[in-house]
């Protein structure tokens, strides 16, 4: 089975402006983990705004249930908000956002 790529190598911009926010905001330690974050699906959602993706398998159900939170960052554009679940980012929306091109040629 193929592991996931890291986000870092798949969209390093947005690594280092997740990581530059949540540091900003306090979050020192998901500003760390941001660098490990795993590119596991994108939304699939098909809305042209949209660009979002998981970090982690969703759980059954919806929503996240206990240990869940939003980060709601504030970039110099669109909205980028963090699902964070046990302090732990398992969704990362993005939406209004100019399009993301991705590193790694997929």
Do not use: W
């Not at 699939?44 to 660009?51: L, R």
């Amino acid at each position: 089975m193929e592991e996931h790529p890291l986000v870092r190598d798949v969209y390093p911009e947005l690594v280092a402006e997740l990581a530059r926010l949540l540091e900003a905001q306090g979050e020192r330690s998901l500003a760390t983990a941001v660098a490990d974050l795993r590119l596991v699906a994108e939304c699939g959602c098909k809305d042209d705004y949209c660009q979002s993706f998981r970090t982690a398998e969703h759980p059954p159900g919806t929503p996240y249930g206990p240990g869940h939170r939003n980060i709601l960052l504030n970039p110099e554009t669109g909205d980028l908000v963090l699902d964070v679940v046990h302090e732990r980012i398992v969704y990362v929306e993005i939406l209004d956002r100019p399009p993301m091109t991705r590193q790694d040629g997929a």
